[in-house]
């Protein structure tokens, strides 16, 4: 890999990260005031954390969801092409099958996009609101996933595992 | 923004769809194309390095499936959610609407299943 190439894709790791940490705060906001709204005035930073207008996040969700996906499809190439083939020859199998899992949900995720959109954008009336509220959770919970995967396989080398 | 009863059956028959067909593209290993990264090359179809080149170069050519399998899943879901889309209104809301998420949901431990391999080695 050239320089100039290697630091393209570093300065596009590093902005998918940034995304996925803006990514990670909206969709944790998102659905812990979906499962756990705050009850009355909120006093305490849990309570605080929950208080938020949850319809008012999916627009920012699904936007920094296609960007982050963008960005991470963009800089696999460069993962498969100079990162993977160190981590095949040190062992590091489990470390890749959960971040080929972070792949697969990842996929999953963004084709539930437009109907989570759909959902908290114009829900009707007689819609269960566990429908939106679980599909949120699954979009949270493949954030997470992806995010401490992500970490993971970026810091493995240093962990010295 | 506003959504119109055709975007949201749409929307609704994409999702699950997808789900479904992307287990399915991976279980049967059928990429719509592979790409080989470090010779800037895509191949209609799933190709292995193994047919490409000598067992021993294998190694020096990654191919990626991944993007072929999304694409595989996209495709059909894409069809199969603008069928739906057409159909009468009257029809899709007898459709229970966890469908939306019990497909997607049981489709990941499906991938689970089909990564297994990784962590027998």
């Known amino acids: ?161 | 923004m506003t959504s119109s009863p055709w975007f949201r059956r749409f929307a609704f028959a994409y999702g699950p769809a997808f789900a479904i067909l992307y287990v399915t593209a991976l279980k049967l290993d059928f990429a719509l194309f592979t790409v080989y990264p470090t010779i800037g090359v895509v191949l209609p179809g799933t190709h292995h390095s193994r047919d490409i080149v000598a067992p021993s170069m294998g190694s020096s050519l990654p191919a990626m499936y991944w993007y072929g399998w999304t694409a595989t899943a996209a495709l059909g879901a894409l069809m199969f959610a603008l069928v739906a889309a057409q159909l009468p209104e009257r029809w899709t809301r007898r459709l229970w609407s966890g469908w939306l998420w019990v497909i997607p949901a049981l489709a990941m431990p499906g991938c689970v299943y089909l990564t297994l391999p990784w962590f027998r080695l």
């Open chain 1, 1 to 161: 890999m050239s320089r100039g190439t290697a630091h393209l894709a570093t300065a596009l790791l590093i902005i998918h990260g940034l995304v996925a940490v803006a990514l990670l705060g909206a969709i944790t906001h998102q659905a812990l005031a979906a499962w756990a709204p705050a009850r009355g005035r909120p006093d305490s930073f849990f309570g605080r954390f929950r208080a938020v207008p949850c319809a008012s996040y999916a627009n920012a969700i699904v936007i920094l969801y296609a960007v982050s996906t963008l960005l991470g499809g963009t800089v696999y190439l460069n993962f498969r092409v100079d990162i993977r083939p160190d981590l095949e020859r040190v062992g590091h199998w489990q470390a890749l099958g959960l971040f080929d899992l972070k792949e697969h949900f990842v996929a999953i995720g963004l084709a539930l996009l437009p109907a989570y959109w759909v959902c908290w954008s114009q829900p009707l009336a007689d819609e269960p609101v566990r429908t939106r509220d679980i599909l949120t959770l699954i979009l949270a919970f493949i954030v997470w996933w992806s995010f401490l995967v992500g970490h993971v396989l970026n810091n493995i080398m240093g962990f010295g595992l």
